[in-house]
């Protein structure tokens, strides 16, 4: 098993940034592929970012191309989402994942899920 705590949400004012953190802990030798989902009120849970073992490669979602960016410390067992440029329609619960094996941005191929932490951009 794996568990995943979520940390470094918050409230930021358009064109802020906050930086998310991801703790692994666990079988973290089985982690392949690192993820970042989020939810808004009201909306299905998105892909925003996936990253794999080895960090070279990266896949974002459109809407945050560009002001999000995903990275990973494997000897600290801990991702991270780099978000500048903070939108009020980032506002949303943000949630790591992570899965063993192939690549894939889809939230049903995720194994293992962490509780979220909110952030939430004022306008």
């Known amino acids: 098993q794996v568990q995943l705590v979520e940390s470094g949400g918050g409230l930021v004012q358009a064109g802020g940034s906050l930086r998310l953190s991801c703790a692994a802990s666990?079988?973290?030798?089985?982690?392949?592929?690192m993820g970042w989902f989020r939810q808004a009120p009201g909306k299905e849970r998105e892909f925003v970012a996936a990253?794999?073992?080895?960090?070279?490669?990266?896949d974002y979602a459109d809407s945050i191309k560009g002001r999000f960016t995903i990275s990973r410390d494997n000897a600290k067992n801990t991702g991270y989402l780099q978000m500048n440029s903070l939108k009020p329609e980032d506002t949303a619960v943000y949630y790591c994942?992570?899965?063993?094996?192939?690549?894939?941005?889809?939230?049903?191929?995720?194994?293992?899920w962490g509780q979220g932490t909110q952030v939430t951009v004022s306008s």
């Open positions: 990253i794999d073992w080895s960090g070279a490669s990266t």
């Open positions: 994942a992570a899965k063993p094996g192939a690549w894939g941005t889809e939230i049903r191929r995720y194994d293992y």
């Open positions: 666990g079988r973290t030798n089985s982690i392949y592929l």
